[in-house]
């Protein structure tokens, strides 16, 4: 891997740390902003849909856009637009203000996902190989979800230090990354197709059925993500945990789980993706039942165990894809990190109505099951040596 190529992926990842920051603060601050604007709960309750929209069922467009015109402008912008509209979060006045604000930095979010990927993936097969590919999309989503846990404290401390009026002070480390896209992020070149190569509608067509398995095993693993992220924070409150214990429970689980994605695509790359990713999902389910069936520590070390086993396939998800449909890094891509991670987290409101009725900790744990789903359907998925000849089949038809 050359020099140049190394320093896309340093570059994309310390970004998309610094990004996910930013897409984690409305969560630290709802709370506050319902108080200060005098929200309904189901005004307060418009916020959250707004930005997964915006940010993740939104890819697709963005990475559509990305691969037709494969400009670097979404890539670059996306996270200034980003660190501008959700630092200003607090300064908003208004209910439709507050609205404005978490859309349009819900769009700097989203736009920057599907070609930053592509272009991680790209240079990750710099070497002509891409033996390091799923090594490489391990480093660039953890350090997502690294940025995306630390969000929350982030913007606490701003506020407790600056008031809330000054949250707009969070925009410095945003536009800095900004200006470094702005000068080292590459372009992302054309890949000159042959005149009887397949269009990407076509190429799309042709995997549908494949790729239709590993969407779904993506939002139901998806599913239980937010789900837990969302509600465990009340089933522990529910039991007399303290604000800051409540909030270092869920610090472990999201770090632990990006502690999984890390490794997995170097599992991935050794042991094959498929198989990496099926095991995982049914090691995640019975982790999680012991986590929310026990107490105490071992139900603490349970649960960040479980996260590590949940998360662990995300950037392989992403790479799994990619491979399917070398043509359409970006298109793909948003699928798998936007698309699916959208449609997964507007399944957790499912998850709350059934914790009205059956309680926290039960809710969690009927959702534990997930992943067992999720496996049976990649089970259905072509193997890795399917996948590797559909890749050089494409190759070939591409040039690349």
């Given at each position: 891997m050359?020099?140049?190529a190394k320093t896309t992926i340093v570059l994309l990842s310390t970004t998309h740390a610094v990004l996910d920051s930013y897409s984690s603060f409305l969560f630290q601050l709802l709370p506050i902003m319902t108080v200060r604007l005098g929200l309904k709960p189901a005004q307060a309750g418009l916020l959250t849909p707004l930005l997964m929209i915006s940010s993740s069922l939104m890819q697709p467009v963005y990475g559509m856009i990305s691969d037709r015109y494969l400009k670097r402008s979404m890539a670059v912008f996306g996270p200034l637009v980003a660190a501008v509209f959700l630092s200003l979060l607090g300064t908003a006045t208004s209910l439709p203000m507050l609205m404005m604000f978490v859309v349009l930095g819900g769009i700097?979010?989203?736009?920057?996902?599907?070609?930053?990927?592509?272009?991680?993936?790209?240079?990750?097969?710099?070497?002509?190989?891409?033996?390091?590919?799923?090594?490489?999309?391990?480093v660039f989503s953890s350090a997502g979800t690294v940025g995306y846990a630390m969000g929350p404290i982030l913007i606490a401390a701003a506020v407790s230090l600056f008031g809330l009026e000054n949250s707009w002070y969070t925009?410095?480390?945003?536009?800095?990354?900004?200006?470094?896209?702005?000068?080292?992020?590459?372009?992302?070149?054309?890949?000159?197709?042959?005149?009887?190569?397949?269009?990407?509608?076509?190429?799309?067509r042709a995997v549908w059925a494949p790729l239709t398995l590993l969407y779904f095993a993506v939002v139901l693993r998806s599913a239980v993500s937010v789900s837990v992220q969302t509600f465990l924070p009340f089933a522990l409150q529910s039991n007399g945990m303290t604000d800051n214990g409540r909030s270092w429970v869920l610090a472990g689980f999201i770090l632990f789980g990006g502690i999984g994605g890390f490794f997995g695509g170097a599992l991935a790359d050794r042991f094959g993706a498929r198989r990496v990713t099926m095991l995982a999902m049914l090691i995640a389910t019975p982790l999680l039942v012991g986590a929310f069936l026990t107490t105490g520590l071992a139900s603490y070390s349970l649960l960040m165990l479980g996260g590590t086993m949940l998360n662990l396939p995300?950037?392989?998800?992403?790479v799994m894809a990619q491979r399917m449909v070398p043509g359409g890094a970006s298109t793909v891509s948003a699928l798998m990190m936007g698309f699916a991670w959208g449609a997964g987290a507007l399944m957790a409101p499912l998850t709350g109505m059934l914790s009205d009725r059956v309680g926290f900790f039960n809710a969690l744990l009927a959702?534990?099951?997930?992943?067992?789903?999720?496996?049976?359907?990649?089970?259905?998925?072509?193997k890795d040596e399917t996948v590797a000849r559909m890749r050089v089949h494409e190759a070939m038809a591409v040039g690349d």
């Open positions: 050359n020099k140049q700097g979010v989203g736009a920057f996902h599907p070609q930053s990927a592509a272009m991680v993936s790209r240079a990750a097969s710099a070497d002509g190989l891409g033996k390091h590919q799923g090594m490489v999309m391990s925009m410095g480390w945003g536009v800095a990354v900004w200006l470094l896209m702005l000068q080292y992020c590459p372009p992302l070149e054309r890949i000159e197709r042959a005149e009887d190569a397949p269009s990407l509608k076509e190429s799309l995300i950037p392989i998800s992403v959702v534990s099951v997930l992943p067992l789903a999720s496996a049976a359907l990649l089970w259905r998925y072509p």
